[in-house]
């Protein structure tokens, strides 16, 4: 059976790799761009690199099955985009940011809600045990049905028991999110051998 490690490998501005694992599938889509200032990092451009992305996400999908088309692209990039502003209001406790802004509704609803309760309501991956063994998918393994897998696991963290989990890293020049699945909830840190270490060299000259 094939060992499987959890995490994206991402790259510092120095292009060093490091593993960074956010503990939860619709997190490891906010990586690959986003709204505002993180437009300048998409990643998303062709269906050939939404399918790349599933591969490298805990999905662990065969990019050359992904059965993707441009429109594929525009609806990754907005339940990416979503999720992105619903994370960081959930993070900030910013609950009118899960709302119209002239519309006092309860938390909960909005815009960015019903583009993952859209693409939620829709089949997703159906998991499957390969004949040696191995995880698998079984079925047309679409684009759709990929985000929609996302899409799913955004409205499981969001109302399950890990919702009060979800942290930003401590770095004041980092904000990648990510779900504490430390015992003593304590983690600070995207990734030890990125931000924590970078802070513990930071404190280490300080004393110096």
Known sequence: MTEYVAGLILHTREGVAYRFDPGALCLELLPTGGPGRWARYEVLHTPADL???????RLRVDPALVEAGPADVERARALRDALWRLT?????????????PSEPAAPGQGPD???VNAMAAVPSLAPRIEPGGDFGWGGPITGERVLASVARDAVELFTGPAAGRVRE???DNCHLIFVDTSRPGRRRWCAMEHCGNRHKVRAHRGRA
């Open 51 to 57: 399918a790349a992305w599933a591969g490298r996400s």
């Open 88 to 100: 960081s209001a959930h993070v900030r406790e910013e609950t009118a940011a899960l709302r119209p």
């Open 169 to 171: 890293c401590a770095s």
């Open 113 to 115: 809600v019903e583009i």
